[in-house]
């Protein structure tokens, strides 16, 4: 069963940054290669949205609109660990951010098979 960990959310103010992690664990290397590893965050009252989604050869991203130029994916295959750099965050970034893990390199939620606890994410103004 795979499992997912998002760490590295907290308290900021606007402007500043902050680097999610998630850490994959619970099937092989090979199985993980085939998987998109997605961001997606739910503000209080709002819907899931995407944010940014990586292949797992980390050789393809794709970013919403609005955390296009300030969010970062990256990887480390060898931690099996997916990271979210956040910069420039804007107070309408406060949201709770899940990673997830699904087959298909997609946008939409239910694309994904795993997700993550998530991890709350507030910007101060």
């Known amino acids: 069963q795979v499992q997912l960990v998002e760490s590295g959310g907290g308290l900021v103010q606007a402007g500043g940054s902050l680097r999610l992690s998630c850490a994959a664990s619970g099937a092989s290397r090979r199985t993980f290669s085939n998987y998109a590893m997605g961001w997606f965050r739910q503000a209080s009252g709002k819907e899931r949205e995407f944010v940014a989604v990586i292949t797992w050869s980390g050789d393809s991203t794709v970013y919403a609109d609005s955390v296009k130029g300030r969010f970062t994916l990256s990887k480390d295959n060898a931690k099996n660990t997916v990271y979210l750099q956040m910069n420039s965050l804007k107070p309408e970034d406060t949201a709770v951010y899940y990673c997830?893990?699904?087959?298909?390199?997609?946008?939409?939620?239910?694309?994904?098979?795993?997700w993550g606890q998530g991890t709350q994410v507030t910007v101060s103004s």
């Open positions: 997830a893990a699904g087959f298909y390199y997609s946008s939409t939620n239910s694309d994904y098979d795993y």
